[in-house]
Nanobody
Framework: QVQLVESGGGLVQAGDSLRVSCAAS????????MAWFRQAPERERQFVAA????????YYGDSVKGRFTISTDKGKNTVYLQMNSLKPEDTAVYYC???????????????????WGQGTQVTVSS
C-alpha cells in the first residue's frame, strides 16, 4: 500500500516562493493520479492542483492558476507543488492525495482519491 508524506511547509512572507513535496513509500506512483488540496481553519478542503495518471495533463484551481505548478519526479517517487507569489490567503494545511481510478472529470474532487498524506502547514504573512 502506497503511503504519502508531505514536507517543505513553513512560514514565508507575501510574495515569496515555497516548494512542498510529497514522497511516496511502499510502492510506485506510476499509474496514480496525484493532487494537492488545502484546508484553512474553519473552511472546507479546497482543490489546488492535479496531475493526470499519465502525467500528461495538469489542472489548477482558479485561485492558484498561474502561480502554482504541480510536477513529479518519478525517479524519486515524489510529487511537488511549487508555489510562487504567495498570498496570505494561501495559508492552509496542504495535503497530497493519490488515486488509481481517478477519471478526468473527477480530478478536482477529493472523494476521487483514496490515499492521503498527513498534511504540511504553509503560513504566509502579510
Amino acid at each position: 500500500q502506497v503511503q504519502l508524506v508531505e514536507s517543505g511547509g513553513g512560514l514565508v512572507q507575501a510574495g515569496d516562493s515555497l516548494r512542498v513535496s510529497c514522497a511516496a513509500s511502499g510502492g510506485t506512483l506510476s499509474g496514480y493520479a496525484m493532487a494537492w488540496f488545502r484546508q484553512a481553519p474553519e473552511r472546507e478542503r479546497q482543490f489546488v492542483a492535479a496531475l493526470s495518471r499519465t502525467g500528461g495533463y495538469t489542472y489548477y484551481g482558479d485561485s492558484v492558476k498561474g502561480r502554482f505548478t504541480i510536477s513529479t519526479d518519478k525517479g524519486k517517487n515524489t510529487v511537488y507543488l511549487q508555489m510562487n507569489s504567495l498570498k496570505p490567503e494561501d495559508t492552509a494545511v496542504y495535503y497530497c492525495a493519490a488515486g488509481r481510478r481517478v477519471i478526468t472529470s473527477s480530478l478536482r474532487s477529493q472523494t476521487a482519491y483514496d490515499i492521503w498524506g498527513q498534511g504540511t502547514q504553509v503560513t504566509v504573512s502579510s
